[in-house]
């Protein structure tokens, strides 16, 4: 008889941790969910402003998600998959150019994404020479590595910072 209620009991608790586990995990899903959700239409920057200003090549034939990658490995956006699908659900799906840009980190994914896909009749169109050029694959490896290693020395330094915009 002993044995028989301590038996059942025992399933008594394991039917609750049970369903206790399945509770926590539909709150974890649902909560990664909203996140990502959010993430896609908050529009926020990384960092305040003013930022720090990379140098980012974007190459004849990258996806949107390779170039999410390329602006997640800077620094500029939390992820690339994140931007694709900020991307596809923006006005500017399949407008993204090649090309060399300066970006911030202050700047939010739509603001990276208007300045990737401007023409060369934009208002903000400093150089048409400079937008029209686009980069090997070679030069933007090369730049890529200069950027880190300008990235490097900078965290190195003394906390100096240049003079500039």
Do not use: H
Request: hydrophobic share 40%; glycine share 6%.
């Amino acid at each position: 008889m002993t044995k028989k209620i301590l038996q059942e009991i025992l399933f008594i608790i394991l039917r609750v941790a049970f369903i206790v586990a399945l509770i926590y995990a539909g709150y974890s899903c649902i909560s990664t969910c909203y996140d990502f959700g959010y993430k896609i239409f908050a529009d926020e920057a990384k960092d305040p402003a003013p930022g720090i200003i990379k140098t980012v090549a974007v190459v004849e034939g990258k996806t949107d998600k390779e170039i999410g990658d390329i602006l997640a490995e800077k620094g500029l956006v939390d992820s690339g998959f994140l931007f694709m699908v900020q991307v596809k659900l923006s006005e500017y799906k399949d407008q993204l150019k090649p090309g060399v840009y300066e970006l911030s980190t202050a700047m939010t994914p739509y603001e990276m994404m208007a300045v990737m896909s401007a023409s060369d009749t934009d208002e903000n169109a400093e150089d048409s020479e400079d937008e029209e050029y686009v980069p090997t694959k070679n030069e933007a490896t090369l730049w890529d590595e200069a950027d880190d290693m300008a990235d490097t020395e900078e965290e190195e330094g003394s906390g100096e910072t240049e003079d500039g915009e």
